[in-house]
């Protein structure tokens, strides 16, 4: 056993690559040999060899293992993760419980490094996603014309499902490079096109996609207020040019949380999640049906997280989580929703509510004048054929009151 750590630094995060030893550095190799527990992957103990301290393989749930770590601070502790720990890695849930000041990381170059380096391609100019244990379905925004995506899947069965996912899209053509094993003796690299993958690699695999869309390829637009052919619905949806404006009245931020009341095709809050990664929403319908209908929705445009509540509002808000934004498209006029609404709503937080009944207008124009906020009409028109020639069809007028909670943030 070795002596405790005499410094506050007694977690060492080590990147492991395929190479294994021979490719840590100096200090790495020394705090190995210094460490009295070394937890990692079945593969990286594998690769590390025989050792005089503790070993522990990575349990599930990993949260057990975590605990295993944090229940030895202040010994010498070592953590093996593949490349760098910290990008799509264990440091993040290590971080969580461990400062900075109480750990360091010697990273090896990550999977994205190493394919980069392999392709000749500008690591800065790829979309960088992991699959590795994720829906898939995330990869739906980033399928754009032209666009270089790098994914780690880690399993053999996700590269042939992105592969299947491309034809339907119509992006067949689109080249796919999947690297194995990357910097060990195992390395093999296999290309194709999308059409023509036969789906066997190894597990340990790192996916580099050109998308290659054909004429009539489903894209989806990078713009708020996609096509409504887009969603599958029951004529329940806000219609895209409503959406759009909507979308840009509520003001999505960075990892802010909208509340989706009445969602119907759950239009509103995909397209919220749409417009940042990290951006969060809670769908609230009532029937069972459109519930289902939205997370179908919801996978195919690539907001596989969106939280879907069924039930009827005011009831099922109770106990979510405090929301950035708010959205009523349906049930304004339900005994109690706006209230409720406005209640959960901090200071700052935005409320907007499209109303295209006159009851539903009734309210929220009294709600304006008790209130505040702003008040708008829409009112849309599309050329429809009036025989052999053509005239304006108006759509239904919408009214939508938005107010932000105690002003502007």
Same mark, same amino acid.
């Given at each position: ?226 096509? /409504? ?9 806000? $219609?895209?040019?409503?959406? &759009?404006? @909507? +979308?840009? #009245?509520? *003001? ?86 706006? /209230? ?9 937080? $935005?409320?907007?509510?499209? &109303?295209? @009944? +006159?009851? #539903?207008? *009734? ?47």
């Amino acid at each position: 056993m070795s002596a405790p750590a005499t410094d506050s630094v007694w977690l060492t995060l080590i990147g492991l690559g395929e190479d294994g030893l021979d490719g840590l550095s100096p200090a790495a190799t020394r705090a190995l040999e210094q460490a009295s527990f070394i937890v990692g992957g079945a593969r990286h103990l594998a690769l590390l060899g025989p050792t005089t301290a503790q070993t522990l393989a990575w349990p599930a749930p990993i949260e057990v293992g975590v605990a295993q770590v944090l229940a030895r601070r202040g010994q010498r502790t070592c953590v093996l993760a593949s490349g760098d720990p910290f990008h799509y890695g264990v440091g993040a849930m290590l971080a969580r419980d461990v400062s900075a000041d109480e750990m360091r990381c010697l990273p090896a170059p990550s999977a994205f490094s190493l394919i980069c380096a392999r392709l000749g391609w500008a690591q800065q100019d790829c979309a960088l996603l992991s699959l590795h244990g994720r829906p898939f379905e995330r990869l739906a925004p980033h399928l754009q014309p032209g666009a270089r995506i790098l994914a780690l899947t880690w399993d053999g069965d996700t590269p042939r499902k992105v592969a299947e996912r491309l034809v339907a899209l119509g992006m067949g053509r689109s080249r796919l490079i999947i690297c194995e094993a990357m910097g060990g003796p195992r390395e093999r690299r296999i290309e194709s096109t999308a059409a023509d993958f036969n789906g066997a690699v190894d597990a340990l695999n790192t996916l580099a996609i050109e998308v290659v869309a054909d004429r009539g390829a489903r894209i989806i637009p990078l713009a708020s207020g996609l096509p /409504d052919d887009m969603f599958e619905h029951d004529s329940q949806i806000t $219609r895209r040019e409503a959406r &759009a404006i @909507t +979308l840009s #009245t509520l *003001a999505p931020r960075r990892g802010e949380l909208l509340w989706d009341i009445g969602a119907g095709s759950g239009s509103i809050s995909i397209e919220w999640m749409l417009r940042h990664p990290a951006n969060r929403a809670i769908a609230i319908e009532t029937r069972a049906d459109r519930a289902a209908r939205i997370g179908r929705n919801a996978l195919e445009l690539g907001a596989p997280d969106l939280r879907i509540v069924q039930g009827a509002a005011p009831g099922a808000l109770e106990g979510l989580p405090t929301p950035d934004a708010i959205f009523i498209g349906g049930g304004g006029t339900d005994a109690g929703v706006l /209230d409720a609404a406005w209640a959960a709503l901090p200071e700052g937080g $935005r409320l907007v509510v499209n &109303a295209v @009944t +006159l009851e #539903t207008q *009734a309210e929220i124009m009294r709600r304006h004048v008790a209130l505040g906020g702003a008040l708008t009409k829409i009112e849309i028109a599309r050329a429809d054929p009036v025989g052999p020639f053509h005239g304006w069809r108006a759509a239904m007028a919408l009214m939508q009151w938005s107010i932000t909670k105690g002003g502007t943030p």
